[in-house]
């Protein structure tokens, strides 16, 4: 595929102003709306495939979301686009003065494997709702997602206005060598440096979602059971690969030995009878090798087992964990768990605020002293 002849074509559909009126925009959003519900067995069929994604959760974090999306925008995209009434400066009198919300013009959308649908369709919804025409390049990683993406994509949308890209980091390399008017990318902070690098060579705005370690900070007045049945949710919902998972547990040494108890037993209800077979698999060998290698972090005092031949690992809680050991040392995005027993709170802030701001905390307490604390 010429790239740089698809993104000509699309500027030159945008400068035609097609795009811009509401009835075309609305009218857009509900070919999308309506191909994802005609789809949904591709779909499932599809995030099974490379996932071992089950239909229900499918539906609650990957196509119920962007319908949602769609929904939202259907609603409220006729006061978006009015123009606002804004104060005039009295050195501009008898002037009028209004901000008019316009589309950039030509969007690139970069979108990550774990969750491949939402992260790919919902900043489209915005870049149809927009007025945008828009490049999509789905993951590899997820290749039956992808090429179901390019399907539905391609069969109610031309190319010079939407069009799909597949394939690995050529094509992402050889798109970002394109004059975009804007970047919207999900990923790694890793591939989002170089596509801020590449951004910059045409001052292209960008808005990069990127990941973190998201603490969890459980302390000696929480709800244990329920503090450990809703992290224990986090780890096991897309088989922990989620932007913003739990990533490592702050746990009062009080409570620590009654956490480990209970995060068992939630996972036990998880799953009853220990069958975890519909539970997500880790996408690909690669991701599975370096879980499986951060697993020898600390002492696996629940699950932690493995299976390299279907690239599962079932959820695990760390114990023994030190502070500069490999599994505190990056974005762990897989089902593990490493528990740091602290006494006091202050500890917990302390090692949170010296290393790169997280995309969430979670705090379970009883004490508003202990959240206005962590608050401020």
């Not at 499932?44 to 490379?50: I, S, T, W």
């Not at 008019?100 to 030509?106: D, K, Q």
């Not at 290749?143 to 992402?172: D, Q």
């Not at 060579?201 to 503090?227: F, M, R």
Request: neutral net charge.
């Amino acid at each position: 595929m010429n790239f740089a002849e698809l993104t000509e074509r699309q500027r030159e559909f945008f400068l035609t102003g097609a795009t811009r009126p509401l009835k075309f925009r609305k009218t857009m959003l509900k070919k999308l709306q309506s191909a994802l519900k005609a789809n949904e067995a591709l779909i499932n069929d599809a995030l099974k495939k490379d996932m071992n994604k089950s239909p229900v959760e499918v539906y609650m974090t990957e196509t119920g979301l962007v319908l949602s999306e769609i929904n939202f925008h259907l609603k409220h995209l006729p006061s978006w686009v009015k123009k606002k009434p804004a104060p005039t400066p009295l050195s501009h009198f008898s002037a009028k003065s209004y901000i008019l919300p316009e589309p950039y013009g030509n969007a690139l959308i970069m979108s990550p494997w774990n969750y491949p649908i939402l992260l790919c369709l919902d900043p489209l919804v915005g870049a149809i709702s927009a007025g945008c025409t828009a490049v999509v390049k789905p993951s590899a990683y997820t290749a039956a997602t992808s090429a179901a993406i390019a399907k539905i994509l391609g069969e109610i949308y031309p190319p010079e206005y939407i069009a799909v890209v597949e394939g690995g980091r050529r094509e992402n390399t050889d798109l970002l060598k394109q004059r975009f008017d804007y970047i919207f990318f999900t990923g790694s902070p890793e591939v989002g440096r170089l596509v801020m690098e590449s951004a910059a060579q045409n001052l292209t705005p960008v808005t990069l979602e990127l990941g973190g370690k998201s603490p969890v900070i459980v302390d000696e007045t929480a709800d244990i059971g329920l503090a450990a049945k809703r992290i224990a949710f986090g780890k096991v919902l897309n088989g922990g690969q989620t932007c913003i998972a739990p990533d490592y547990l702050f746990i009062h040494e009080s409570v620590k030995k009654s956490f480990i108890a209970a995060y068992g037993k939630a996972i036990g209800e998880f799953f009853p009878n220990g069958d975890m077979s519909g539970m997500n698999v880790i996408v690909n060998k690669k991701h599975y090798d370096r879980l499986a290698a951060l697993l020898g972090s600390g002492t696996a005092v629940v699950g932690g087992q493995t299976d390299e031949s279907r690239r599962f690992i079932a959820p695990a809680l760390l114990d023994n964990v030190a502070l500069d050991s490999p599994v505190m040392q990056e974005e762990i995005f897989g089902p593990i768990l490493p528990v740091i027993p602290y006494k006091d709170i202050s500890e917990c802030i302390d090692y949170i605020n010296r290393h790169p701001k997280p995309l969430a905390l979670y705090l379970f307490t009883s004490q508003k002293s202990a959240e206005d604390k962590i608050m401020n």
